[in-house]
């Protein structure tokens, strides 16, 4: 069953239009990830579903219709947003960042236990509890990004760039960790990654965004072995 689906999308930043009848669906604990160039869309794609640029189109989100909600709402329903840059508040400590996103939780026992499960996901943050944000390696922000996304108890992960500006040995274990978390916590997710044969490694289906548009879909398996895909993306 389609958690997350999107017909006819448009998107605009002022009177610019951004994307263009854009459609896809995401399976219930799927990984889903859209690919193109810089301008294509795909940040504009996430932002489209959390409200938080003006739209026209169809979302819905495990059968319901989300578009006119407020981002503060999609994300009780069960969205989180990992932003390109991390999105972490520096001056707080990894402690402190991850109560914080946790505060409109009302069950405190439970929260309590997914701190301690995203602790067990990124052994890391929990050797680095007490220290500031700011002061983290780019993983170590980039794991306390995702984290914090944990943190709501999403059903649905909407995660841009996820790799930017990090060295690939930790890209590595970034990913192999969001396996996990997709595996063992049942949690769907979006994902737009420059670095595309990583990407379809992880996915299960994949999107191609051109200027605002879809241009190619299907199996990730099947797009990662399309020789125009090949030439344009993955670079051989």
Known sequence: MALLEVQGLKAFYGQTQALHDVSFSLEEGGITTLLGANGAGKTTTLRAICAMVRTQGSIRFD??????????????????????????????SVDENLRAAAYTRRDHQAA?????MVLTYFPILRQRIKQ?????????QQMLAISRALMLRPRLMLLDEPSFGLAPLIVQE??????????????????????AALALDLADHAYVLETGSVVMSGAASVVK????????????
């Open 132 to 140: 500031q944000a700011g002061t983290l390696s780019g993983g170590e």
């Open 174 to 195: 970034i990913f192999r960790i969001m396996r996990r978390i997709n595996e063992e916590a049942k949690v769907s997710m979006l994902l737009v990654e420059q670095n």
């Open 63 to 92: 059968g319901k219709p989300i578009e006119r909600w407020s981002t503060e709402d999609i994300v009780r329903l069960g969205v989180g947003h990992v932003p390109e840059g991390r999105g972490t508040f520096v001056n707080l």
């Open 225 to 236: 072995s399309d020789e125009a895909i090949r030439k344009s993306y993955l670079g051989y």
């Open 112 to 116: 309590a236990r997914d701190l301690d």
